[in-house]
């Protein structure tokens, strides 16, 4: 009997302590758990009237339920009187509120707890149950307020209501997007803990055998008491451990301590455009040996240097920039950010050979820096458009004296642990850059960054860095009385940072001897998806002239797809990339721009809302050009050839080929060679003047008399149905996950109709939304957030979201005449 109820004592201890641990474990768990959580879904919003609502909110406030990230703008209607001008995509600021009522777990009633805005734009304002926190004009930069003082917990209510004032207009040169357009966080932590972006890790020095790794960690003790702690650091490769480094220290109440700590890996593996591979370094603060605060921090470990001689040298190989600027708009999407959105922008541009992304011209979202560490891009990241000087009228230069430290302090230390990024540009076409009073800005700036961050080489993308001094005839860049731009005469930069002016590109070191090249920004090609006028007689004036608007016969404000249309500052695609290819000196360029952006229609003005830049339109489409990059900057065997086979019978038609891995092209109309053609000297493409007839086109590349390739264009009949494809049929059910399907016009034997511009109606069928449909064309009025779209050449897109339940999504596109399509989507 006694044996007997030791064993049930024995065993009910055992569950006792069991329970205990488990329930300790999880308890830890939640703590870590709830160190950053999303604080996205269910918020409450309400745009302004401008005529009937003052500046307030009151009782009688409608409000709308929305999940954040959110861009009002792009719900609203294209106007031409728009005050944010055909810059800023003729689509309408305004003033509005944000509001979100929440519980605090009575448990944390001794933590930290703070929220965190990774951008509102703009001049945002926030309250925490009427208390006032702060304002915020910068629209891209994160913050954080911290809430415990003025938190309920328990059962009782807390409100946090965000004022967002973008109302005064113009105030960019593109599309900016309203709203909290970027995502939201609530971080909980112990009153001892890592701050706000709180580590900063450098490799200080890096070998194949070895590399030091140096980790400054601010440590924020919020008690009212000195703590001592022990910090542990562990650096991880995917699971594995490969080293920690441990310290005690003893850090007052109320203070701040940075704590230096030093380690070293062995063998290793380094971070490369080509092979992006991370660690993950591990801060465990611990008091009285129970850790009270975990933070994780990316890292990658990689050498590099800007030669004067070789140009951009990565882990000891010269690498070429090929980069492509960017501005921060999702298309359909509008700034709204979604990483999933970026993750595939970016996927297309890696398909394409790019491997570098300028955060133009401003700090760009969080989540598309995570993706270039993780995918391979060497990132130059941006943070100011203008300084004192304005470029529109109520621009941030009205902000710049108050703000700019701050601001660029904040961008520096959010940023400065991604492997991803290796040049920090202070501005962009800065109006100040002629004279001293930019100079003496560039050197307060610079000495900002140095002591923030002395890893990376500093830039200012500058317009020109010495006169162009272009001889009018011969287009040659003529070197005699080269004047300067201040700030790149002053010494101050370490990169000199070209914008256009690719003539004078082959003098830099002349001009420059003491610093090396970076060509900031580039090319700005123009071009309309799948346009084409193919016609030689026309060939020299429409629509290759870069400045002929609707108004003087140019119907559809359209750009000829062919790579012939600059804007004047600009080159041609091949003109830039000839030079930057010719000479090892020349690190790279970043070509303006790598997807069309909302907004900034050059050459045009209103009816077109969107610009004509992107190798890739707005919808995600390439266009032609794409696949010259593509044929010069992968290994990928390429052959692509244009236009397509529409036109009058006898018509002349310049058809061009881009081909890489062979040595020629030989050109068939309907079975009939039309000639062989080869690329010479440092030509990019091939190309044959023949008439058009109807049939097939077929071009087929060859090595050494192998066939490479072939390709293949016929003769479309009229439009006849649809055809539904999309990018991921499987897509994640957490209310944010997105399927992109692309929809092409076919005629009856499957041939996509290249002048098709049906509307399409589209209908969804599940627990999900449809969130954009975009043809890319930059005249279209038609909302991206509606259900129906115009194609353009034949194509068009839909994005569908997911909710929340694992289910069928079955999409259906219609369209008068036309065969119908459906496609399932699966959410899980
Ligand atoms: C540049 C400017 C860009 C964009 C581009 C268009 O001068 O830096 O923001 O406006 O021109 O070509």
Redesign the pocket.
Known sequence: MKTKNKCLKRLFLFIFSAMFLLNSCSKKEDVFAKRKISFNADWSFHLNDSITDKDTIGTSTKWRNLDVPHDWSIEGKFDEKSPAGYGGGSLNGGLAWYKKIFKIDSLDINKTISITFDGVYKNSEVWINGHHLGKRPNGYIGFQYELTPYLNYGEKNNEIIVKVDNSKQPNS?WYSGSGIFRNVWIETTDKLHVGQWGTYITTPKVTAEKASISIETTIKNQYKESKKATVTTTIFKEDKKVTSVTQDITINANENQILNQAAEVENPILWSDEKPELYTAVTEISLDDKVVDQYKTTFGIRDFKFDLNKGFILNGKQVKIKGVCMHHDLGPLGSAINRRAIERQLEILKEMGVNGIRT??NPPAPELLDLCDKMGFIVMDEAFDMWKQNKTKYDYANDWDKWHERDLVDQLRRDRNHPSIFIWSIG??IPEQWNESGVEIAKELAAIVRLNDKTRPLTA?M?PPVNMNIDEVTLQFEKKNVQFNAIAKSGILDLIGY?YAHQTYEYHQKNFPNTPFIAT?TT?GLETRGYYDAVSDTIKKWPVRWDLKFTEGNPGNTVSAYDQVQ?P??STHEATWKVIKKHDFLSGMYI?TGFDYIG?P?PYEWPSVSSY?GIVDLAGFPKDVYYMYQSEWTNKTVLHVFPHWNWKVGQTVDVWAYYNNADEVELFVNRKSVGKRSKKGDDLHVMWRIPFEAGTLKAISSKNGKVVLEKEITTAGNPSQLKLTADRSTIKADKNDLSFITVDILDDKGTIAPNANNEINFSLKGNGKIVGVCSGDPVSHESYKGTKHTALAGKCLVIVQSGDKSERLELTAKANGLKQATIVITTE
């Open positions: 040169r133009s011209h962009n076409e993308a317009n914008n920004e700005s804007a500052w600009g303006w900034e050059t830049f």
